[in-house]
């Protein structure tokens, strides 16, 4: 499904920046206001606003502005697009690769 | 571990190509000489390299030449740092807001 490719393409792509995985291991404590955010990190606001859409674009944070105060929390859901992902590759592969090692192992003269 | 940090960084980086995910799930269905992986997949040769050698750093693929022919093959352990990285994360978050949606759930009066 094309919809799913776009969804993982950003997923990992969002997961692949150091800062936006340490963005997303600080709201792993409980949501934060942006600005809240940006100081312990050493980013500039305008910074965090920039990866925070990218982290919200592929799903993996929710943010909720009431008044002047922009909110974000961490969505767990996010990720099981890309765990799923890879799960269901790795164990196709294994499989594939015990089978190759069953056929090398098996005697010449069968 | 910084090792480990490089390690998923590179990992989330390689998958979060399109082509570099086709790559591996051609290279699922077992080992391909770098020329056979270019053609279908409407690559240059040089495209296909750079690729591969992302991949290769990554650790998802290992390529082996003999006399002039360069074969790629799958590494499925380089997915499961990824895995073990989302895993440990999503189960973590997820702990945390089913103890947030307890809390919330209970009487005021307590």
Known sequence: MPGDKLKIERVFHALGD???RAILEKLGHGPVTVSRLAEPL????A???????????????????????????IEPKGLS???????ERRTTWERKLDRLGDLLAEPDDR
Chains 1, 2 share one sequence.
């Open 18 to 20: 150091a800062t936006r």
């Open 42 to 45: 050493g980013l500039t606001l």
């Open 47 to 73: 910074a965090v606003v920039q990866h925070l859409q990218i982290l919200e674009e592929s799903g993996l944070v929710q943010t909720e502005k009431v008044g002047r105060v922009r909110t974000c929390r």
């Open 81 to 87: 697009v890309a765990e799923q992902w890879i799960r």
